[in-house]
C-alpha cells in the first residue's frame, strides 16, 4: 500500500497537499462532497504495467456499459424501473449531490495506485457491484463513485493480506470514514454478505471483461 500521498482537490481552486503517512487515526479537512470525490492532477509514474492499463480500460469500458444501460431502461421501460422504497433509500445514500469533473478511469486509477491492489482484487470489486446490481441497485452516474470505493474496500479485505484502515480507504476515496463504514454495511445487507468468489467465477469473469 502507498504511504505517501500527494494530490490536488480541484472543483473550487482548493489544493491539498499530503505528504505525511495516512492513517486512520489523522483528521482530515472536508469540503464540500464533489470537491472531496473530485481529486484530479494526481502524480503517477511513467511506467505502469501494460496489463494494468489495458485492464483499466476494460473495466472502465465495461461500468460505463453498465451506467448506459441503465440510462437506456429508464428511458425505454420507465415502469419496469420501479423500486422498493427500502433500496430507494439505500440508492440515495451512496448518491452524490453534485457531480465531481474527475474521470471514471481517473478514479479507478487513483484507487489502484494509492491502494496498491492485486489485479484480482479490482476484478472482485466489480463482481460485488454486480452483485449488488443484481439485488436492486442501479449503477449510475451519481452513485458510481462510492458504489465503486465500497466495493474495492470490501474487495482488500475480503482478498488482500495488507488491510488499510478507514481513515486511509475513506481518504483516498474522498468521502468520510463513518460513512464508508455505513455505505459498507449497507452493502454488505444488499448482498447479503457474500463476499466469496470462487477462482471459476474470477477467471469466466476476466475473459468475459478482456476477450
Not at 482548493?14 to 487515526?25: E, F, M
Not at 482484487?121 to 442501479?138: Q, V
Not at 452513485?143 to 484502515?165: F, V
Amino acid at each position: 500500500m502507498k504511504q505517501e500521498i500527494n494530490y490536488a482537490i480541484s472543483t473550487s481552486s482548493i489544493s491539498t497537499n499530503v505528504s505525511d503517512k495516512v492513517d486512520a487515526g489523522i483528521n482530515v479537512n472536508y469540503n464540500k462532497e464533489a470537491e472531496e470525490i473530485n481529486i484530479s492532477k494526481v502524480n503517477f509514474p511513467l511506467i505502469f504495467l501494460c496489463e494494468e492499463k489495458f485492464l483499466f480500460k476494460k473495466i472502465t469500458s465495461y461500468l460505463k456499459n453498465l451506467i448506459n444501460e441503465e440510462k437506456e431502461k429508464m428511458v425505454n421501460f420507465p415502469k419496469s424501473n420501479k423500486t422498493t422504497e427500502e433500496d430507494a433509500e439505500i440508492n440515495k445514500s451512496f448518491n452524490v449531490n453534485e457531480l465531481p469533473s474527475i474521470e471514471l478511469n481517473e478514479y479507478l486509477t487513483r484507487m489502484n495506485y494509492f491502494l496498491d491492489m492485486e489485479i484480482s482484487t479490482f476484478l472482485i470489486s466489480i463482481i460485488y457491484i454486480e452483485r449488488i446490481r443484481n439485488s436492486g441497485i442501479s449503477l449510475n452516474e451519481y452513485n458510481k463513485y462510492k458504489l465503486i470505493l465500497t466495493a474495492i474496500s470490501l474487495a482488500i479485505k475480503s482478498n488482500e493480506d495488507d488491510i488499510p484502515g478507514f481513515g486511509y480507504l475513506a481518504k483516498v476515496g474522498g468521502i468520510k470514514p463513518e460513512e464508508l463504514k455505513k455505505l459498507e454495511l449497507s452493502f454488505l445487507e444488499k448482498i447479503e454478505f457474500k463476499l466469496f468468489v470462487n477462482e471459476n467465477e474470477l477467471e469466466k469473469f476476466y475473459l468475459d471483461m478482456c476477450l
